[in-house]
C-alpha cells in the first residue's frame, strides 16, 4: 500500500501536501480502498473558512458515504474541478490527480499534529 513519504496525513485518513501557506488535501489510498469505486465528490465550502476536523465536504461511493474533515484550519480556495466528471480518479490516482482541495493555512502550528508516513502506516497496520 503507498504511502508517500513527503505528506502528512490525519487519523480520518486524509493525506496534506505543505507548500508554503498552502496545502493541497486529499484520501489516501487506504480510504479510497476501504471505500471502493468512488462515483461522486461534493465540496460545498469553496471559498469558506473551516476548523481543523470540520467537515469540509463528503465523498460517495457504491457502498457508501463518508465525510471529509479538515486536517488543519484553513480556507479552501481551490476545489478540483476535474473529480466533477471523473470522481474516480480519487480512486486511480489519490495522492495526484484525485487531489480534492487546496487550502490556505491559517494555523501552521497544526502541522506538527498531523501525523507522519510511518505514524500514519502503523495506524493503518501497514
Given at each position: 500500500?503507498?504511502?508517500?513519504?513527503?505528506?502528512?496525513y490525519?487519523?480520518?485518513?486524509e493525506?496534506?501536501?505543505?507548500e508554503?501557506?498552502?496545502?493541497?488535501v486529499?484520501?489516501?489510498?487506504?480510504?479510497?480502498?476501504?471505500?471502493?469505486?468512488?462515483?461522486?465528490?461534493?465540496?460545498?465550502?469553496?471559498?469558506?473558512?473551516?476548523?481543523?476536523?470540520?467537515?469540509?465536504?463528503?465523498?460517495?461511493?457504491?457502498?457508501?458515504?463518508?465525510?471529509?474533515?479538515?486536517?488543519?484550519?484553513?480556507?479552501?480556495?481551490?476545489?478540483?474541478?476535474t473529480?466533477?466528471?471523473?470522481?474516480?480518479?480519487?480512486?486511480?490516482?489519490?495522492?495526484?490527480?484525485?487531489?480534492?482541495?487546496?487550502?490556505?493555512?491559517?494555523n501552521?502550528?497544526?502541522?506538527?499534529?498531523?501525523l507522519?508516513?510511518?505514524?500514519?502506516?502503523?495506524?493503518?497496520?501497514?
Amino acid at each position: 500500500m503507498k504511502i508517500p513519504a513527503d505528506l502528512k496525513y490525519t487519523k480520518d485518513h486524509e493525506w496534506i501536501k505543505i507548500e508554503g501557506n498552502i496545502a493541497t488535501v486529499g484520501i489516501t489510498h487506504f480510504a479510497q480502498s476501504e471505500l471502493g469505486d468512488i462515483v461522486y465528490v461534493d465540496v460545498d465550502t469553496l471559498n469558506e473558512t473551516i476548523e481543523k476536523e470540520e467537515v469540509f465536504g463528503s465523498v460517495e461511493a457504491v457502498k457508501t458515504v463518508s465525510d471529509l474533515f479538515m486536517p488543519i484550519s484553513g480556507e479552501i480556495i481551490e476545489f478540483n474541478e476535474t473529480l466533477g466528471d471523473e470522481p474516480e480518479k480519487v480512486n486511480k490516482d489519490p495522492y495526484g490527480e484525485g487531489w480534492m482541495i487546496k487550502i490556505a493555512i491559517s494555523n501552521a502550528s497544526q502541522i506538527e499534529e498531523l501525523l507522519s508516513a510511518k505514524e500514519y502506516g502503523e495506524l493503518i497496520g501497514a
